[in-house]
């Protein structure tokens, strides 16, 4: 059964930074994170690969982060520089049967999953 379960949303500052982790039950070939704004259709944000690969939305792009700890079987989500539009619900997940990975992966495939979420709120 896949597990994940993310930690370490909160609120901060425009310019401000947070760090969100994921604790997961397993490996799979493509993880990310997704995001979902009242209102707003879920929109992909970063993936990482089996190879270590890393995707990336554009709205994000050179100040997110996203890295894995093989070792502990978790995936993390640096984010820096944030903004008011970051705010949202914050959303780990799998696709562990897509034979690709991309950003928006873990929000389109077939067969995927996602944890609780957590939310980000980024104040101006």
């Known amino acids: 059964q896949v597990q994940l379960v993310e930690s370490g949303g909160g609120s901060v500052q425009a310019g401000g930074s947070l760090r969100l982790s994921c604790a997961v039950s397993g490996f799979f070939r493509c993880m990310g994170w997704f995001r979902q704004a009242p209102g707003k259709e879920r929109e992909g944000v970063a993936a990482i690969d089996l190879s270590g690969r890393t995707y990336y939305a554009d709205s994000v792009w050179g100040r997110f982060t996203i890295s894995n700890d093989n070792a502990k079987k978790d995936l993390y989500l640096q984010m820096d520089r944030l903004i008011p539009e970051d705010t949202a619900m914050y959303y780990c997940?799998?696709?562990?049967?897509?034979?690709?990975?991309?950003?928006?992966?873990?929000?389109?495939?077939?067969?995927?999953?996602w944890g609780q979420g957590t939310q980000v709120t980024v104040s101006s």
């Open positions: 997940a799998a696709a562990p049967l897509s034979l690709r990975c991309g950003k928006d992966t873990v929000v389109i495939a077939t067969t995927r999953y």
